[in-house]
């Protein structure tokens, strides 16, 4: 959702958006990845269980990406918090690819959020 | 024109029953204190002042989209009268008069061809705005805590004991005490 380009209240732009239909809201997403506004996925947030992950792994992406909170749970389990926008930049983000990999595939299993990963992530053949 | 109160509208938060479960899973206690940098809520703000907004976005650890003057045209209407202009009659006058002529000026500007985005120069603070903003329990418990201080002017004390209410209602446990930090 963009609210800077609209003065009508949101009740408004959600009905024109359910109107409108997922085409329309893939022309969104594909607007905002591609002109770089990446401030509107922020607003689009997501919390993961993540296991076998060192704490030194966990600090470097913390200290990295600074919307992403972790806390630890046990053993090398951690609560993870992030946006849509850190997604996008962990997912560009060498150091940091194979952990993105696995966040969006887990999203992909749960059916989470399928329109914004194909639009960002691109159309991937989902884990079995 | 009637001064109107800021209107807040809670789009969206965590679910704090699935966080639970995802804890339990692995055999570890909730903690709401650890969980405050997990839940979240997002908001839609209206009818809020630009003066406050300024005051808000001081808040740095939260998401901000906000209606923006370059793209829609300000209106006579929008407008929020702080209680003490209100209630004095010679302040209330002159503030009318100010606005007015604003207005016109502005309206003149655009008339003119001069871009949105350029005549917006000339409008006031007071002016109402529309935004939505996304923010971590922590970050929200700081906002409370600084915002509904008697320091804090009368729109953005408003404003947070609105934000305050709202994510008590549907998350009441993270909301038992304010951790003032």
């Known amino acids: 959702m963009r609210r800077c380009y609209s003065t009508k209240p949101i ?9 409108k239909g997922p085409e329309y809201w893939k022309f969104l997403l594909t607007k905002a990845l591609q002109d770089k506004s990446l401030d509107v996925l922020e607003h689009y947030t997501m919390t993961l269980v993540i296991e076998g992950a060192k704490e030194a792994q966990v600090s470097v992406l913390a200290r990295s990406h600074p919307y992403l909170r972790a806390t630890w749970l046990k053993g090398e389990d951690w609560l993870i918090s992030l946006n849509a926008r850190t997604l996008v930049e962990l997912w560009n983000d060498k150091g940091a690819k194979l952990f993105a990999e696995s966040v969006v595939a887990e999203l992909d299993r749960k059916e989470v959020g399928r329109l914004f990963n194909s639009v960002a992530f691109g159309e ?3 884990a079995s | 024109m009637v001064k109107e109160s800021v209107r807040v509208k809670l789009l969206y938060h965590t679910d704090l029953e699935a966080l639970k479960r995802a804890l339990a899973a692995k055999g570890v206690p909730f903690d709401s204190e650890a969980m405050l940098d997990h839940v979240v809520y997002m908001f839609e703000i209206e009818d809020c002042s630009r003066v406050t907004t300024h005051q808000l976005v001081r808040h740095r650890v939260a998401s901000y989209d906000q209606e923006s003057q370059r793209f829609s045209a300000a209106t006579k209407e ?3 009268i702080p209680p003490s202009v209100q209630s004095n009659q010679a302040a209330l006058a002159a503030f009318d008069e100010a606005l007015k002529s604003v207005y016109a000026a502005y309206e ?3 008339t003119a061809g001069v871009p949105k985005e350029d ?8 002016i109402k705005t529309k935004l939505v903003m996304t923010l971590s329990a922590r970050s929200l418990m ?6 509904t201080a008697l320091q804090a002017q009368w729109e953005i004390r408003e ?3 609105k934000l305050h209410g709202l994510a008590k209602e549907v998350t009441p446990e993270l909301w038992t005490k304010i951790i003032e930090r």
């Open chain 2, 108 to 110: 003149k500007m655009t």
């Open chain 2, 159 to 161: 404003l947070a004991e």
């Open chain 1, 11 to 19: 009740e408004d732009i959600e009905t024109e958006l359910e109107q």
């Open chain 2, 119 to 126: 005549a917006r120069y000339i409008l006031p603070g007071g």
């Open chain 2, 78 to 80: 929008g407008f929020v």
């Open chain 2, 142 to 147: 700081h906002m409370v805590w600084q915002r």
């Open chain 1, 124 to 126: 991937r053949i989902r």
